[in-house]
């Protein structure tokens, strides 16, 4: 669905990722692990357009998507869930959503789909008029994955979305992502430095260290390799 070849990417003229190769095929949740400072980010922000591809492509369906802006992306079927928390504190959840269709100008069409993630989302429709700076964090999480999903894209890219989460709240949300991915038939690529709860829940998982894919497999093959536990699973 989703396909990386040889991906060159960096900041000012100067590299970071060094030719990175990654596949997500349709209904997966895929995940990205690795250190702090490895690329992780950098990866995102390539696929997502936020900095140039230097050398290599992408690919999303079939069609090369590597030079594609956020506009064109969220247009072609990808949504993003940035690292850094996009709630309008000052707005309510309601209008949060609304803005996670911006592209759309029919209202009706915007209502039906609220309505729809509401579904999803119990919490949020019971908040629905609330400021979204009212909302705890997985709350807020919550908000930013509904407002990803309002366009209906077929696949949703995310960075780090267990940060500032406690680890049951990070374990809801990974589940979260489980059932969108059954019920929704919804494609998952995370990034997520938090590796063992990512690769618990992931079907395959891709682990990234200086800027190259280091290590692949399923996301219990990955837990369990001795190399991959020591370098940064903690042993
Ligand atoms: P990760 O997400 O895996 O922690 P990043 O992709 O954010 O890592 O960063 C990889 C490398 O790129 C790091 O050395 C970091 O300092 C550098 N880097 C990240 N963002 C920028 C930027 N905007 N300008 C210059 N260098 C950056
Ligand atoms: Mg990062």
């Known amino acids: 669905m989703l396909e990386l070849k040889g991906v060159v990417a960096g900041y000012g003229g100067f590299d970071i990722l060094h030719g990175v190769n990654l596949e997500v095929r349709k209904g997966e949740i895929v995940a990205i692990v690795g250190p702090n400072g490895s690329g992780k980010s950098t990866v995102f922000k390539a696929i997502y357009g936020l900095i140039k591809i230097r050398l290599g492509d992408v690919v999303f369906e079939n069609q090369n998507v590597t030079s594609f802006g956020t506009q064109d992306l969220l247009r072609a079927g990808i949504a993003m869930v940035p690292q850094l928390s996009t709630v309008f504190p000052s707005m309510s959840v309601y209008e949060n959503l609304e803005l996670g269709m911006y592209l759309v100008k029919d209202k009706a069409q915007v209502k039906r789909r609220i309505n729809d993630i509401m579904e999803l989302f119990p919490r949020l429709a019971e908040r629905r008029a609330q400021n979204a700076g009212t909302l705890s964090g997985g709350e807020r999480r919550a908000l930013e994955i509904g407002r990803s999903l309002m366009l209906n894209p077929r696949m949703i890219l995310m960075d780090e979305p267990s940060v500032g989460l406690s680890p049951i709240l990070t374990n809801n949300m990974f589940l979260q992502l489980q059932e969108l991915q059954k019920t929704a038939g919804i494609t998952f690529l995370v990034i997520e430095q938090n590796a063992r709860s990512a690769l618990k829940i992931a079907d ?24 991959v536990r020591r370098s940064f699973l903690g042993g």
């Open 204 to 227: 395959r998982g891709y682990v990234i260290q200086r800027g190259l894919v280091s290590h692949t497999g399923t996301g219990s093959a990955l837990l369990a390799d001795d190399e």
